[in-house]
């Protein structure tokens, strides 16, 4: 099978004589119809490339049903989506749309001043009726009264019964939270009303004769042209996941106008019946419209090889990849394209790759916070916020940036003069009375002063600078668009200037396209762009980048969510799956044309508050691994090669020699000595798996007593509490809930009026935690006001329902009794570990629950976050280990907890249980205990009893921490994962 456009442009040489007069080819977006502009300038020649363009032949489905429903288009925003239309009606769709909001809406009703971009909730509205408009679902069915849902005795022939149920568990649900909906979102308010809105927004519509393509889709659904009256031979092509216009409008084509229609399709996945990226081919395959058209083969992926490469950061990712680019012959050069999930890399991979004399062609959708536009932007508000407070602090930005640097303001002497230039540059008053169209007439005119300094320079000197062009003429357009818009309906008016700021800084969430040719080569370029760009592309030699999960594929953000999934499943509206289904297409789209494939994936990330995140590889680099030779090629596993040459950085040496001083210090920290008292309260169980995992970064922590540096959020947003003062709030919470049960024998009317009182409870624990926490966290005291504000207000649900999914856990194990709360234990009663002749330790720690049923003791201890596969296994071998720790670390933290308890507190007779509850994910059916799991066997076997463990698990602490205490060094940890380290800018092992 040849490529897509290969297929294409030689039938249509074949069929037409190279006359291409009574051609048309329809593709389903503009990133496809760019595909085919540049395959067909490369393949035809000078004489036929005229008959190609010169006609308006060439379109996407979007601009083919607006000519066929003889409507004008009128696009709006959408995720990354290209628009080669003009934009210059959009905004009177949406003020028509927030228009007929607020008539219909009660005149009470509060408007969420989320974004301020533009509208409070008009575009998701408008994305909603452009969803169901291409689905061609009653705005009337969809939008039911919830109580008209509850209650589905009425027919609806569209929904089955099992839809129908469905749709009931789902307002079962969601009336158990509807509280939460109505404080945040006014979501029932907004709903029920609804369908009153499509209509009185259609009827304006048509007042106005403007239309938006979801409206457009079901126009041309509706006005498809009779059996052979249509005057073009119409040729489909690229379409692989269609809403159900577009399939209605593909089957009436290919019936009555002998439409063709060319598919784009990969043997591995149409062979597998069960694989993602074939879910909706092989749904049209078995249709008896579209299965005539399906070839008899499909793209294979016979002698081709794929490099993975693992990178430990993005910065290391986009180097590796431009020396890789840079060292390209001129032939390889021309048969290379770099794929992007979007424009964030794109202007680092630049900086690194040196163009001389070659051209490189980019077609991408470019977020503007991926811009140096953003930090420009930034600038520009902190400084209009008070120019003479935030004047020093940026004052190295200003001269340094990008944008900025080409246009010196002369030498100042005085900061009151070197302020007021800024300003006056900036467009910024002094007055307080900054207003966004301040901001418009700088952009406008740096982009003068811009477009100046660019004339004449090579673009192969400086690429960036024609990326930075466009994206400032590009932001210019979209600024002047939203004044109007909010211009026309005085949205900015009486506001103050922090929400002016906002409303500008807003503006950076949206995208614009960037289709630009940079370099001065006469050669075919170098491709960077989109997936759904290079799709269609011949890529010999392929590199993509960031293949971690939720970048390939697009995790839930890539669904719009006013519609829950439980009522987009009955209707068949988009859901998760299917944005899978499509990316993976994509993906094996573009690996099928490659002979060789570089794949990229970024290990861990730097954050801004210099904290690491760890980033999963994506699902398609281990669908690669797993699958069968024959089916695929294995990919080739490429460790991480040094950036840096040795000669110039040798190997830092990161162990820290023990000092005499050391040595008193572990002793202390081994008996639980503070500096100023000699009472031995013994080591804890987080201080010892903390010395066992990494002695280097004990040092740091216990030793120098490093802790973690403060974080100063930046101005004007709103910090969150982090996962361990949540977690500490949600301890504190369940034991004053629990505290009145302790001591007695638990039944489920007890768990019953606990559900009654912890709403109270929590309202009034949360406040005094919060004042308490004020006074000990005094550079960030906003972090704790209460009532939260910000991310914080998602805060008191998460506890809820974590605090809730514990009652319904312990209502199935009732009857039980609970012994002890809270309860510190090894501190009154020892349980000693011998290290030699001469010292021993002792280990204590705290139970969050101690239980008992029958003869079995169960020590719980809770987990505010989700279970992992393997946190509540103990291996049987060397469980101690830094690996096993890391790997392990909640389950041998409370099996120390049991076996104190065990030693210390039960009798002979009683089995002690050790129990992990997750209140993320736990479920009825979950296991609580522990597994033990042998390593010859492999078996993993219910711990029961933790005292079966004891003379391993001392064995083994025995030997590791002898084995510590006789090094000389400080070493760190021999895990190639350090991404959970605390100290990541004191400890460089993973630079």
């Known amino acids: 099978m040849k490529l897509l456009w290969e297929q294409v442009l030689e039938d249509w040489q074949t069929q037409s004589a190279n006359d291409f007069s009574t051609r048309q080819l329809i ?201 052979g009256t249509y005057p073009y031979q119409v040729s489909f092509a690229g379409f692989s996941a269609m809403n159900p216009v577009e399939e209605k409008v593909l089957k009436h084509f290919i019936q009555h106008q002998k439409a063709q229609i060319y598919w784009h399709l990969h043997d591995h996945y149409m062979q597998d019946s069960q694989h993602a990226g074939g879910y909706f081919p092989r749904q049209y395959k078995r249709d008896k419209v579209f299965s005539p058209s399906f070839p008899g083969s499909y793209l294979s992926v016979q002698n081709k090889k794929t490099h993975v490469m693992e990178c430990p950061s993005p910065h290391g990712q986009i180097r590796q990849v431009s020396q890789k680019l840079a060292a390209l012959s001129d032939q390889e050069w021309s048969e290379t394209s770099v794929v992007l999930p979007d424009s964030s890399r794109l202007f680092s991979l630049l900086y690194y790759l040196p163009l001389q004399d070659r051209q490189v062609r980019i077609r991408l959708s470019c977020p503007l916070r991926h811009t140096p536009l953003a930090s420009l932007i930034e600038l520009w508000c902190k400084l209009a916020e008070d120019p003479n407070k935030n004047l020093y602090r940026l004052k190295e930005s200003l001269f340094t940036h990008p944008y900025l640097s080409y246009f010196p303001l002369g030498k100042d002497k005085t900061a009151e003069s070197i302020t007021q230039r800024w300003c006056d540059f900036l467009e910024i008053r002094r007055t307080n009375k900054t207003e966004p169209k301040d901001l418009l007439t700088f952009i406008q005119k740096l982009n003068k002063l811009y477009s100046k300094q660019n004339q004449g320079r090579k673009s192969v000197w400086a690429p960036t600078a024609v990326l930075n062009s466009s994206v400032l003429q590009s932001f210019q357009s979209l600024l002047e668009s939203e004044l109007d818009l909010t211009s026309e309906l005085k949205l900015l008016e009486g506001l103050c200037l922090k929400d002016k700021l906002d409303f500008i800084r807003n503006l950076l969430e949206g995208s614009v396209s960037i289709s630009e040719d940079i370099g001065n080569s006469s050669d075919q370029p170098l491709q960077i762009g989109s997936v759904e760009y290079t799709q269609a592309f011949p890529n010999p030699n392929l590199f993509v980048l960031d293949l971690n999960e939720d970048i390939w594929p697009k995790g839930i953000s890539a669904i719009p969510p006013l519609i829950p999934y439980n009522l987009r499943k009955p209707y068949d509206l988009p859901v998760l799956q299917d944005i899978n289904a499509i990316y993976t297409h994509f993906f094996y789209q573009v690996l099928a044309q490659s002979k060789t494939a570089h794949l990229y994936y970024v290990r ?388």
């Open 27 to 227: 593709v389903p977006t503009f990133h496809m119809l760019s595909s085919w502009n540049s395959f067909a300038r490369d393949s035809l020649g000078k004489e036929n490339q005229a008959k190609a363009f010169a006609l308006p032949l060439v379109q996407t489905m979007d601009a083919f049903l607006s000519e066929i429903a003889n409507e004008k288009l009128i696009p709006y925003p959408l995720p990354e989506e290209e628009n080669e239309e003009e934009e210059e009606d959009l905004p009177n769709i949406l003020v028509l749309l927030h228009q007929t909001c607020q008539e219909i809406m009660p005149k009470d009703f509060v408007w969420s001043k989320e974004g301020l971009r533009a509208l409070p909730l008009s575009e998701n509205i408008l994305r909603h009726f452009d969803e169901i408009d291409k689905a061609l679902i009653s705005p009337e069915k969809i939008f039911l009264h919830i109580s008209e849902y509850k209650d589905l005795e009425k027919d609806i022939p569209e929904l089955g019964e099992e839809a129908r149920k469905i749709i009931r568990n789902f307002w079962k649900e969601h009336s158990k939270n509807i509280s939460r909906w109505e404080k945040n979102q006014n979501f029932t308010s907004i709903w029920n009303k609804l369908s009153d809105i499509y209509k009185g927004f259609q009827e304006k519509l048509d007042k106005h004769n403007l239309s938006y393509r979801g409206r457009i889709y079901k126009l041309a659904s509706k006005n498809l042209p009779p059996s």
């Open 604 to 991: 861990s990330t730097q954050t801004h508050h210099g904290t690491i995140n760890r980033k999963e590889k994506s699902r398609y680099i281990s669908q690669l691994l797993y699958d069968k030779p024959n089916e695929y090629p294995q990919p080739i596993l490429l460790p991480y090669p040094s950036l840096n040459s040795p000669s110039k950085h040798p190997p830092i040496n990161l162990a820290k020699e023990k000092t005499p001083e050391d040595e008193k210090a572990i002793e202390r920290v081994l008996k639980g000595q503070q500096e100023d008292d000699n009472e031995e309260k013994g080591i804890s169980v987080s201080t010892l798996l903390d010395l066992l995992a990494c002695p280097l970064c004990f040092y740091y922590k216990y030793i120098l007593k490093v802790y973690d540096p403060v974080i100063i959020s930046e101005e004007g947003a709103i910090p969150t509490m982090d996962r361990a003062q949540i977690g500490h709030l949600l301890h504190t919470i369940l034991e004053k809930l629990y505290k009145d049960l302790e001591g007695k024998e638990v039944q489920e009317r007890d768990l019953t009026d606990l559900e009654k009182k912890f709403p109270k409870l929590m309202e009034e624990l949360t406040k005094k935690f919060c004042e308490e926490e004020k006074d000990k966290h005094p550079l960030e005291k906003e972090k704790f006001d209460y009532p939260f504000k910000g991310p914080n207000i998602l805060i008191p649900d998460l506890l809820k329902r974590r605090i809730k999914t514990l009652i319904d856990w312990d209502k199935k194990q009732v009857p039980f009794r609970i012994l002890s709360l809270e309860k510190e234990v090894g501190k009154e009663k020892d349980w000693k570990i011998q290290l030699d002749d001469r010292r021993s330790i002792r280990i204590r720690g705290r139970i969050d629950r101690i239980s008992q049923k029958g003869n079995t003791i169960h020590v719980v201890d809770y987990k505010s976050g989700k279970k992992n596969n393997n946190q509540n296994i103990i291996p049987s071998d060397s469980p101690f280990s830094a690996e096993n720790i890391h790997e392990h670390r909640e389950a041998l933290q409370v099996l120390l907890y049991s076996l104190i308890y065990s030693q210390s507190y039960a009798s002979p007779t009683e089995k002690v249980m050790p129990e992990l509850l997750f209140l993320g994910s736990l479920k009825s059916d979950q296991e609580s205990y522990l597994k033990i799991q042998e390593i010859e066997s492999g078996k993993k076997i219910p711990c029961q009893d933790a005292k079966i463990l004891r003379d391993l698990i001392e064995n083994d602490l025995r030997t590791r921490l002898q084995a510590f205490l006789k090094e000389t060094h400080f070493k760190p940890t021999d895990l190639k994962d350090t991404s959970k380290c605390p100290f990541p800018d004191l400890c460089k092992k993973d630079q």
